[in-house]
């Protein structure tokens, strides 16, 4: 076992960034009020088999398709790139429209698990450990099952004001992550190109 607090900073940081789970309170209070209750507890099962799985099975799948991880680690640090710019900007590049129901699917997946999420675990998993991986996630849904029970009572404290600053501020380290995964990836595909 390699237990190391850094990578589980770290990675924590880089999936808190990306799944940006205070920046989907006003996805989650709409849906609240059109269905009237949000599984939280099944949504939070579900997004971190989906994260688990794919951790282990992700490179076994890129593999079949001959793609090696310094691949599609670059890939994900261009979409976490892009993340990071929506972020930060207040703009919209893509965007899956409004769930209709507050239902597994768009609640753990694309909302939690997103295509952004899994490109990031993958991309992680060329850099980090798979137990300190595995830490953070666990530590991401614990957090995201904490804001699903209590989504109306965080709008209220932080106001519209305060998520637009926390979603700034985590856009420009989301950022600083895709910088680094990008170019220690390139160097990794470069030495292996040597």
């Known amino acids: 076992m390699n237990f190391n607090f850094k990578e589980i900073a770290t990675a924590g940081m880089v999936l808190f960034a990306v799944i940006d789970i205070l920046g989907s309170i006003p996805i989650i209070l709409s849906l609240r009020k059109k269905v009237g209750h949000v599984q939280s507890e099944?949504?939070?099962?579900?997004?971190?088999?989906?994260m688990i799985a794919f951790l282990f099975v992700g490179e076994s799948i890129l593999s079949?398709?001959?793609?090696?991880?310094?691949?599609?680690a670059v890939a994900g640090a261009f979409i976490i790139f892009f993340l990071a710019i929506e972020m930060i900007l207040g703009i919209s590049?893509?965007?899956?429209?409004?769930?209709?129901t507050a239902s597994i699917v768009p609640i753990a997946f694309p909302l939690?698990?997103?295509?952004?999420?899994?490109?990031?675990?993958?991309?992680?998993?060329?850099?980090?450990?798979?137990?300190?991986?595995?830490v953070a996630i666990i530590i991401n849904v614990i957090f995201v099952y904490i804001v699903?029970?209590?989504?109306?009572?965080?709008?209220?404290i932080l106001g519209k004001n305060g998520l637009n600053i926390i979603r700034k501020v985590?856009?420009?380290?989301?950022?600083?992550?895709a910088v680094?995964?990008?170019?220690?990836?390139?160097?990794g595909l470069l030495s292996h190109a040597a």
Do not use: C, Q, W
């Open 64 to 72: 079949l398709i001959g793609i090696d991880v310094n691949s599609f």
């Open 112 to 134: 939690i698990a997103g295509a952004g999420t899994l490109t990031s675990i993958l991309s992680l998993r060329a850099e980090y450990h798979v137990e300190n991986i595995i």
């Open 170 to 177: 985590f856009g420009v380290i989301l950022m600083a992550i």
């Open 148 to 156: 699903l029970k209590s989504s109306a009572r965080i709008e209220r």
């Open 180 to 187: 680094k995964l990008f170019v220690t990836n390139v160097n």
């Open 93 to 100: 590049l893509y965007k899956d429209d409004e769930p209709e």
């Open 42 to 50: 099944k949504a939070s099962i579900v997004a971190i088999s989906i």
